[in-house]
C-alpha cells in the first residue's frame, strides 16, 4: 500500500509541476488575460487526471463515443500542457540571454574601432617618420644651415608635425577607451560562456564545433525532450496507480467493484 501512495503522490506532484509550468508559459503567451488562463488552465489540469483515471477505470464498459472524445480531450490537453511548458522554458531562455548576452558582436566591432584608430596612429607616425629622414638626408649632405638647411627644413615641419601629434594622441585615447569597453564586455562574455557551457557541450557533443545558431538549436531540443516526457510521464503515473490500486483491491480493468483481500 506505501507503494500505491508513493506512485499516487508522485503523479500528482509532477502534474502539479507541469501544470505550474504549464500556466506559466501560457500566461506569457496570453499576458492580456491573465487571471481567465491561470483559471481555464487549473479547471482543464484536474479535468485532464480525472478523465485520464475514468477512461481507465472504465475503458471496456464505457460508450464508444464516451471513451473516444475523452481519449481525444486528455490527448490535446496533454499537447496543450507541453505547448505551456515548452513556452515556459523557452521564455525563460530568451530572458537569460537578454539579461546576459552574447557579446561577440559589440566586441567585434570594438576591435573594428580599434584597428581604424591603430592606423590613423601608424599612418602618422609613417609621416613623422618621412619628416625625419628628409631632415636626416640634409644632415647627411652636411647641409644644416641656410634657408634649405636641416635647421630651417625641421622648423618648417613644426605645424605639420603638432597637427600629426595630436592626431596620435587623439587616437591613443581613444583606443585606450575602446579597450576598456572591450575589457568589460569580455568579462561579461566569460560570465556568460560560463553559463551556457553546459549546453554548449552538448551542442558540441552533437554538431561539433558549435556556433550560436547551434547552441540555440540544441537548446529547443533539450526543451523538446523535457517536454515530450514531462506531461505524458504524470498522465502514465496516475493510470498506473489506478492500476495499482485495482489490483490491490482484486478489481480487474472493467467490473465496477470488488472486494478487499
Known amino acids: 500500500m506505501t507503494f500505491i501512495f508513493l506512485l499516487f503522490g508522485s503523479a500528482l506532484f509532477l502534474s502539479t509541476v507541469?501544470?505550474?509550468?504549464?500556466?506559466?508559459?501560457?500566461?506569457?503567451?496570453?499576458?492580456?488575460?491573465?487571471?481567465?488562463?491561470?483559471?481555464?488552465?487549473?479547471?482543464?489540469?484536474?479535468?485532464?487526471?480525472?478523465?485520464?483515471?475514468?477512461?481507465?477505470?472504465?475503458?471496456?464498459?464505457s460508450p464508444v463515443a464516451l471513451k473516444y472524445y475523452f481519449t481525444s480531450a486528455v490527448l490535446i490537453l496533454s499537447f496543450i500542457t507541453s505547448m505551456g511548458i515548452f513556452g515556459f522554458l523557452s521564455k525563460a531562455h530568451i530572458e537569460q540571454t537578454t539579461i546576459s548576452g552574447d557579446n561577440t558582436?559589440?566586441?567585434?566591432?570594438?576591435?573594428?574601432?580599434?584597428?581604424?584608430?591603430?592606423?590613423?596612429?601608424?599612418?602618422?607616425?609613417?609621416?613623422?617618420?618621412?619628416?625625419?629622414?628628409?631632415?636626416?638626408?640634409?644632415?647627411?649632405?652636411?647641409?644644416?644651415?641656410?634657408?634649405?638647411?636641416?635647421?630651417a627644413t625641421r622648423e618648417k615641419q613644426k605645424p605639420e608635425r603638432k597637427e600629426l601629434n595630436i592626431i596620435?594622441?587623439?587616437?591613443?585615447?581613444?583606443?585606450?577607451?575602446?579597450?576598456?569597453?572591450?575589457?568589460?564586455?569580455?568579462?561579461?562574455?566569460?560570465?556568460?560562456?560560463?553559463?551556457v557551457g553546459p549546453i554548449k557541450y552538448i551542442a558540441d557533443f552533437i554538431y561539433g564545433e558549435a556556433d550560436k545558431k547551434l547552441i540555440e538549436k540544441a537548446v529547443r531540443g533539450v526543451i523538446i525532450i523535457i517536454v515530450l516526457v514531462f506531461d505524458p510521464l504524470a498522465i502514465i503515473m496516475l493510470i498506473a496507480a489506478n492500476r495499482e490500486v485495482r489490483l490491490y483491491y482484486g478489481v480487474t480493468p472493467g467490473t465496477r467493484r470488488g472486494r478487499p483481500k
Open 18 to 61: 507541469a501544470a505550474f509550468y504549464s500556466i506559466v508559459g501560457l500566461v506569457s503567451i496570453f499576458p492580456a488575460a491573465e487571471i481567465p488562463i491561470i483559471i481555464m488552465g487549473v479547471s482543464l489540469e484536474i479535468c485532464k487526471l480525472v478523465a485520464a483515471s475514468w477512461l481507465y477505470r472504465n475503458w471496456t464498459t
Open 105 to 151: 558582436l559589440q566586441i567585434q566591432l570594438i576591435d573594428k574601432k580599434i584597428q581604424r584608430e591603430q592606423k590613423r596612429i601608424t599612418d602618422a607616425e609613417l609621416v613623422i617618420s618621412q619628416l625625419d629622414q628628409a631632415v636626416q638626408t640634409l644632415m647627411d649632405y652636411d647641409r644644416v644651415r641656410g634657408p634649405t638647411g636641416a635647421i
Open 168 to 195: 596620435i594622441d587623439d587616437a591613443q585615447v581613444i583606443v585606450t577607451d575602446l579597450q576598456q569597453q572591450k575589457f568589460v564586455l569580455n568579462k561579461q562574455q566569460i560570465a556568460f560562456e560560463a553559463e
